[in-house]
Structure formats: C-alpha cells, structure tokens
C-alpha cells in the first residue's frame, strides 16, 4: 500500500499543429527554398562563429534559432549574421507541457525544448528536409562528400524519410587542456579537442526496439567515464514524503540519463515523418546511411555549462548528469591523460569513422 500517491499534473496541452501560437520571428525571414537547419541555443555564443562556419562551408544556407532567453551575447551575435532567422517563444525551454499528437506511446509529458524540436522546423518549412544540430555538434561527411546537397540527393535516391547519425564524444587528451582558451576555428577545435573511440554505437540497419528506437551495442564515452572513475548517482530524500516513499519514477528521475549515441539530423518534416523525441522519428530513416556528428562535450567552457545547467535545470531530469560530471571533472584533474583509453584514436579523416562502422555511405 503506498503512503503517498504523487498529484496529478495540470499542464497546458499541444499537438504540433499549435506551434504557431507559441513562437515569434524577431529577427529574418523564413526561405523554404534554401538549405536549412534548426538550432535550439541558451548562451552558446562561445561556439557558435565556429559552428556557422563549420555548416557554411558544408552548404547550408539558413540558420533557424531558436534562443531561450540567452544573456550571453548570443541574441546579438545571431542578429548580426544575414543567414540566420533568431526566434523567440512564449515557453521557456524547459517548462513541461503534455503533447497530444502522435507518437508510439500517445499522450505524454515532454520539455518545451523537445516539442519545440519537433514542431518548428515542420511549421516553417513543411515537407522540407530540415537539418537538427545542437551549438556543439558537427556533423562530419562521409568520404569523398563536399557539400550537404549530395547527402540530401542521396536520401532521395533511396527513398529514405532522412538520414541517421552516430553521435560521438570528441574530447582532449587530459582535464588541462580546459585551462587553455576555446579555439576560434573549426580546424583549432579538432587539433585540441580530436579524440575519440573508434567502436560503432549502433547498426543503423538493425531491427528498432519497441519504442522505435536504435539498440545500442556499446557505451558513450560519458558513460565509459562515469564507470571507469566510479563515479555514481545517490539518491535525495530531502522531504518527509520522500523520506517515507520514493516512487520508482522518481528514483529514475534522480539517475542521470545515458548520453546520446544516435540522431537523426536530417529529416524530411511532414504530417508523417516527424521527430517524437529529441533524436528519434514517427518514420525512422531507412538505414542506408550512416553519417558522424563530432560532439564537442568536453571543452574549455565546460565548467561554464556544467553550472548554468544546474542552474536552469531545463536538460533532461534537470539537467542531474551534470552534477555527476562536475564530480567527474574534479577526480579527472588529478589524472593525466584521462580521457585516453586503451583504444583512442586522433582524429584524421572520416575513412576511421567508416572503418570502425561509425558511419556507412
């Protein structure tokens, strides 16, 4: 018999048709002929020249942004580049609601930031191929590839609703690399940031699981950290009812979450194929190709992130992981080379990512 029974939730709810009602332009206007992405940002204007830059010369040719209440420049930043569209909405991203639209699982609660994912590139360039990357990650092309148009040609080709990505950590050889400053240049990123596993994350070509998602056959490197320096959660009881009765939901609310080892970055955006979560679509891509998206996690402005997380608790489960990698950061210091395991490899070029099945063109 439980002593306590959790309240219900009274959050407002939307499907993605009411996206509209919740999002403003404040700066540029749509193309829906141009090659586009769209970009969630809060305070990123450390990356973000490195980031434009980075997709400019891949070919994309709009920037749709989102920012949540920056104060770090970014708004004035962004409103400076003729390339951009800057947004604003009503929600912060954070702040729950209930999304009503379909999904493999109905009704459910979600964060703004992902319905926000879901629902704004479809409202502003419908039946469109949109590109989805956070200000950390870049994608990188397979062999041969020079502008994003190939890819998007070759999703055509086979009749696939978009393409799959690998997202794999790139991360320094040691924690004193985090004394240095940021590099300005994509190229300066990779010199000092340019490490990574060489395992495959997922078979893009494998059967999903139930909830239409990959089935992952190894770790991220976050996770690979957390194990290799002990580093694990502890549950909070800090009220009486807590003291008393902890629900399960709860228990794995306080967990900090997996990190991310799959996206799906390029999808055709209709009333079928749609993002349901921040990585997964109601119509996953066929499998054919396999592209890599480099996440630069591990950089000179993770301290900052690790506390402005904590601070806005808008991540998922409030952004709880970044407790345990600020625990992480600190065991790491004492340890050179700790980023460096058995298997490391600098990065050279994406003939490693297709040899070690991160990526399949």
């Known amino acids: 018999m439980k002593l306590f029974k959790p309240a219900k939730s009274d959050l407002p709810e939307y499907d993605i048709p009411d996206v509209g009602q919740l999002i403003s332009q404040v700066y540029g206007e749509v193309d829906p002929e141009k090659i586009s992405m769209f970009v969630p940002v809060k305070n990123e204007l450390p990356l973000l020249p490195q980031f434009l830059a980075h997709y400019r010369g891949m070919g994309f040719e709009q920037f749709l942004f989102y920012d949540d209440q920056s104060d770090d420049g970014t708004f004035d930043f962004l409103h400076a580049q003729p390339d951009c569209v800057v947004m604003h909405t009503t929600m912060t991203f954070g702040e729950m609601l209930h999304y009503t639209g379909k999904t493999h699982k109905g009704i459910r609660e979600l ?55 690998s997202v794999v950590e790139f991360f320094p050889r040691s924690v004193k690399s985090f004394a240095k400053p940021l590099p300005e240049t994509v190229e300066g990123l990779f010199e000092e940031y340019g490490w990574f596993e060489p395992e495959a994350l997922f078979d893009p070509m494998a059967k999903l699981d139930k909830k239409g998602k990959p089935v992952f056959t190894a770790p991220s490197k976050s996770m690979r950290l957390f194990e290799d320096f002990d580093i694990q959660f502890e549950l909070e009881r800090t009220t009486l009812r807590e003291k008393v009765y902890l629900s399960s939901k709860e228990k794995r609310d306080q967990a900090f979450n997996r990190s991310a080892r799959h996206k799906t970055p390029l999808l055709k955006r209709t ?42 608790k808008a991540h998922v489960k409030g952004g709880r992981k970044y407790k345990y990698y600020g625990k992480l950061m600190d065991t790491m210091g004492h340890v050179d080379e700790g980023f460096v395991g058995p298997n490391t490899l600098k990065y050279e070029g994406p003939e490693q990512l297709i040899e070690c099945g991160l990526m399949k063109w």
């Open 111 to 165: 964060r703004f930031g992902t319905f926000i994912k879901m629902a704004a590139p479809p409202h502003f360039l419908p039946g469109k191929i949109v590109a989805y990357f956070d200000a950390d990650e870049f994608l990188l092309l397979p062999p041969g590839v020079t502008h994003i148009r190939q890819v998007y040609d070759r999703i055509e080709v086979i009749g696939s609703t978009g393409a799959y990505a």
């Open 271 to 312: 009333d079928d194929s749609f993002m349901f979560s921040c990585h997964d679509a109601i119509v996953p891509p066929s499998g054919e190709i396999l592209l890599t998206i480099a996440h630069f996690v591990f950089t000179s402005n993770f301290a900052q992130k690790i506390t402005n997380v904590q601070k806005w």
